[in-house]
């Protein structure tokens, strides 16, 4: 993943910044209009790390462009290239998305060192959910701890252990990270969940936290249907293949819990803590493939909304008594 894409209307630019960057790692390639650009994208989409795209171009234009392209591949570093009667436009751009701009003319050492410093900044964003960098952006002090009500989800997946004994690293590492987490963290996203973190095959996602919604524990189920939805259709697909299936149980749990910031002089971590962390990974253990499991409290929640089926009382470490579970109809 180490292609950069330049899309510019002007010969001439696309020629200096060519230039400008032939001793560089990357593998540089040019498209004359934001279509072209696309199209190139999409039949590069997992090898592509940067696209700077001009902001004036005929046809569609550079915020359009690039809009585009973090639906093909919301990985992809995306730099607006802009003249200076532009700058508030391209300033707007960030704003909305777009990870940084350059601006022409350009120095060629400054826009090395430019492009260099978007793509760092776009690199670590990634080890922090965009939900914690944006209330971080806004205010620091807003992610002080607190304890409110949230849902936790806990995705695992089934058999893996035995599978990882089969498969080399590199094949397994690519099926848990496209396969896997990419597809359930997308969904989980669109629901409006954060993923707090990947534990070896599992997936915590937390609804609440952050940000507070009313709906929080029916977008928490409705996203465990989709997963599961999800992982049948890409395991009927690995099913063509030696060594691979995608069969994943998950758990629910609602209920108050502490969320903050949390962690060692050197390495923090903002996470949710507490019983429904707990109970939402013991219903995740206890879910064979394909089911969902959820606690009596996520169930009153959905008010009719989502059907489930109440299974027998389990016992909880660290409860006094055993809970009422139901099993997800969907």
Known sequence: MNKLVLIDDEEGVRRSVARALKRESYQTYTAANGEAGITFIKKNRDQIATVISDY??????????????????????????????????????????????????????????????????????????????????????????????????????????????KVPPAKLAAFLNNDYFTPMGEIAYTHNGMVDKHIGDSIMVVFGSPVERRDDTIRAVKAAVAMQQKAKEIDRVLATQNGLRLKIGIGIATGSAFSGIIGSLRIKEFTSIGMPVNI?????????????????????????????????PVAVKGLDGPITVYKVKY
């Open 56 to 165: 004036k171009m005929p046809g569609l234009n550079g915020l359009e462009t690039l809009a585009a392209i973090g639906s093909i591949n919301p990985e992809i570093t995306r730099i607006i290239l802009t003249g200076y009667a532009t700058m508030e436009a391209a300033i707007q751009a960030t704003n909305e998305g777009i990870d940084g701009f350059l601006t022409k003319p350009f120095d060629n050492v400054e826009l090395r060192a430019n492009i260099h410093k978007i793509s760092v900044r776009k690199r670590l964003k990634q080890f922090v959910p965009e939900q914690i960098y944006k209330k971080i952006e806004k205010s620091p002090i807003a992610l002080d701890p607190t304890f409110h009500e949230v849902s936790i989800l806990f995705s695992d997946i089934r058999g893996f252990t035995h599978m990882s004994q």
């Open 280 to 312: 939402a990974a013991r219903l995740q253990g206890m879910a064979r493939a394909e089911e969902i499991l959820i606690c009596d409290t996520t169930f009153q929640k959905l008010a009719g909304k989502i059907d489930a089926k109440p299974l027998p």
